[in-house]
């Protein structure tokens, strides 16, 4: 199939808005990248949206934070023209791969009917259903982007959201082939720092790494908290977001700027760990999500592992919509019927193609207006 225009969003653990970007793809392959846009959420969304975490449908507060989630995303959408396809993710709330459960708010079925666009969302369901952990999801679109980026030997995307996760790619295997692939979550990221300096100075993340740079790690702590079985576990494996809350206490109680340096510590240690479970340690890590932006994180993970650390935009990538543009490309993966996740990234037996389409949707009536657009161009 000729590749199409897909729509993809993201509203991660970090809880700042809603990324949308646009993907000219067939769901193996990039063509090319699209428009982007990025919608912050306000302090009453978030609070909404914060207030339902850990919670399960039918649980207080959910229904208003799937409220919230629908309407940022259908505010965004809006400023779109119409695309072929939308991969809507949602808002996960609580994740619980041990008792197949998972939770992301947002109905995309409500969605297609207000956009009158065809939908794919409810990604992580089939997977968990299946044994899987449900998460990482991205892999399959870091594959493809290592062949966008032609790399010729191993390479790992280190996605910093609200909870860290490692892809190993290999790109000389096809992304279906049994050790193309390895995924988990590291371990915490972005999530207990902005937590913590929220609670203490009302600000929603350290910027640039400020505080952290001005603190001074407490090292018995961080490998108390690293030596947790956690990190110790084989891949696949994955975390909810505040995993760690528990057992990170002692080092949240410290001075701000000691805990801030501490929890970098931890984020660091825990791709350090994460890189020894994989099959070759990679040349290179590429760093996407909201956490290569701090600079004392970035300078963490160039002592703490041995590969070059690099950001994503160093090899042509976008770092801010690479996972939305990961959802747009697994919609229509889904929509071809292709797997969506694998033994190697979430755990699952086989591979498993996830997600539930709502809206009018009919590949072969929109592969045949390609082709009577190109014999109308002359495109040969």
């Known amino acids: 199939m000729r590749p199409i ?12 808005g809603v ?11 990039i063509a090319r990248f699209g428009e982007r846009r990025y919608r912050a959420y306000d302090d009453a969304e978030r609070a909404a ?48 791969p041990a008792h197949r459960r998972t939770h992301q708010a947002g109905r995309g079925d409500l969605l297609a009917e207000a956009l009158g666009w065809p939908v794919v969302w409810d990604f992580r369901t089939s997977d968990v259903t299946l044994g899987g952990q449900g998460a990482p999801l991205a892999p399959a679109y870091h594959h493809a982007c290592a062949r966008y980026i032609r790399a010729a030997e191993p390479v790992a995307f280190l996605n910093l959201g609200g909870v860290g996760n490692l ?5 000389t295997a096809p992304m279906e082939e049994t050790g193309a692939l390895l995924a ?15 609670a203490r100075t009302g600000a929603r993340y350290d910027a640039g790494g400020v505080l952290a740079a001005a603190g001074r790690a407490r090292l018995d702590l961080v490998g108390a908290l690293l030596s947790l079985p956690y990190f110790e576990a084989e891949a696949p494996k994955s975390l909810d977001r505040d ?13 701000l700027v000691d805990a801030v340096a501490s929890w970098v510590a931890v984020v660091a240690g825990a791709v350090a760990l994460g890189l020894e479970l994989c099959p070759t340690q990679p040349a290179r890590l590429l760093v996407t999500g909201g956490g290569r932006h701090n600079a004392a994180i970035m300078e963490a993970l160039r002592l703490a592992t041995l590969c070059d650390v690099q950001p994503v935009e160093a090899v042509g990538l976008d770092g801010d919509m690479l ?19 694998f033994p190697g990234t979430t755990g699952v037996r086989a591979n498993v193609g996830g997600g539930k389409i709502s809206g009018d949707l009919d590949l072969s009536a929109l592969e045949a207006r390609q082709l009577a657009g190109r014999r109308v161009r002359g495109d040969r």
């Open 5 to 16: 225009r897909a729509l993809g969003t993201m509203s991660g653990t970090s809880l700042d």
């Open 19 to 29: 990324d949308a970007a646009e993907l000219w793809t067939d769901g193996e392959s």
């Open 49 to 96: 949206i914060r207030a339902a975490l850990g919670r399960w449908p039918g649980e207080p507060g959910v229904e208003a934070a799937a409220d919230t989630v629908e309407e940022a995303h259908l505010a965004l959408l809006r400023q779109f023209g119409r695309p072929d396809l939308v991969g809507f993710h949602g808002q996960t709330l609580a994740h619980d």
């Open 167 to 171: 892809t190993w790619v290999d790109p």
């Open 184 to 198: 988990f979550d590291t371990g915490p990221a972005n999530a207990p720092i902005d937590d913590l300096v929220r």
């Open 243 to 255: 995993d760690f809350a528990e057992a990170g206490a002692e080092i949240d109680a410290l001075p």
């Open 323 to 341: 996972e939305a543009q990961a959802f747009a490309f697994l919609a229509v993966r889904v929509a071809r019927g292709l797997a969506t996740s």
